[in-house]
């Protein structure tokens, strides 16, 4: 974990300076995330299984408008999680908002019928119970404010509405990180915290490829659904508009 950072005091009179947390933020586009966040004033929680790129990456970011602050997370391991989730609850006492960002296995050449099921297993780890994992361990921390947003970077991949036979492993862990977004924002609706899904669509970034959208158009969508200003819940949004589950 970095240096603990200042704690920002939150008063009824005073603006209320907002906790981002985003995992998987070292590069590609939970970094561009993290950037157009930390740019609307946010303190940033730059998420990374590699500290020290994580470090890297958060000093690129130095002189946004929010400070940026590189921590350890790897979501598949529930010690990091836990101890991220303490640390955050001693250094700031709330979280605000939070990208379920980290993602792996998008492989267009493999089948369900022929895959290995060890990546699947992984995906599964990584999309659906990596999420699960932060959003139990940090919603007490937003219960505290009546106050949340939470992303979960999905894609149009997943939408049962639709089907395909490439991806499978990426393809499936999306389809159950969708039906954990509604059921979690069905259990929250009222609350004042907020549980939607965004596509970012097919962006350019070292899993996606070449030939995608810029990143900075794919982070929009998500940082749209992460400063909501009114309490929409349990969609699947791209670009600011909702898309068939």
Same mark, same amino acid.
């Given at each position: ?40 004033? %946010? ?9 020290? =790129? ?5 000093? =690129? ?34 979280? &605000? ?26 995906? %599964? ?16 921390? %937003? ?30 862990? =999306? ?41 900075? &158009? ?28």
């Amino acid at each position: 974990m970095s240096r603990p950072a200042r704690r920002v005091p939150v008063t009824a009179t005073a603006p209320v300076y907002r906790v981002a947390l985003v995992s998987g933020a070292n590069r590609g586009l939970g970094f561009e995330v993290a950037r157009q966040l930390s740019e609307r004033g %946010m303190t940033v929680l730059l998420g990374a299984r590699d500290f020290d =790129k994580g470090l890297h990456a958060a000093r =690129k970011l130095a002189g946004a408008a929010g400070e940026v602050i590189a921590v350890q997370l790897d979501v598949t391991q529930q010690d990091q999680v836990d101890t991220l989730a303490r640390w955050i609850e001693i250094t700031y006492g709330r979280l &605000d908002v939070l990208v379920n960002n980290a993602g792996a296995h998008y492989d267009p050449a493999t089948r369900p019928a022929t895959t290995d099921i060890a990546p699947a297993r992984d995906a %599964m780890d990584i999309h659906l119970f990596g999420s699960w994992r932060l959003c139990s361990a940090l919603l007490p921390l %937003m219960h505290r404010h009546h106050y949340g947003r939470i992303v979960n970077v999905s894609s149009g991949c997943g939408a049962t509405a639709t089907g395909g036979a490439g991806c499978p492993a990426y393809r499936i862990s =999306k389809a159950a990180l969708n039906s954990y977004t509604r059921s979690l924002a069905a259990e929250l609706d009222g609350s004042g915290i907020v549980v939607n899904a965004v596509c970012p669509g097919w962006v350019a970034t070292d899993m996606g490829g070449s030939g995608g959208r810029p990143v900075a &158009d794919g982070a929009a969508g998500i940082v749209w659904a992460a400063c909501l200003p009114q309490p929409i819940t349990g969609g699947f949004f791209r670009d600011g508009q909702r898309i068939a589950w």
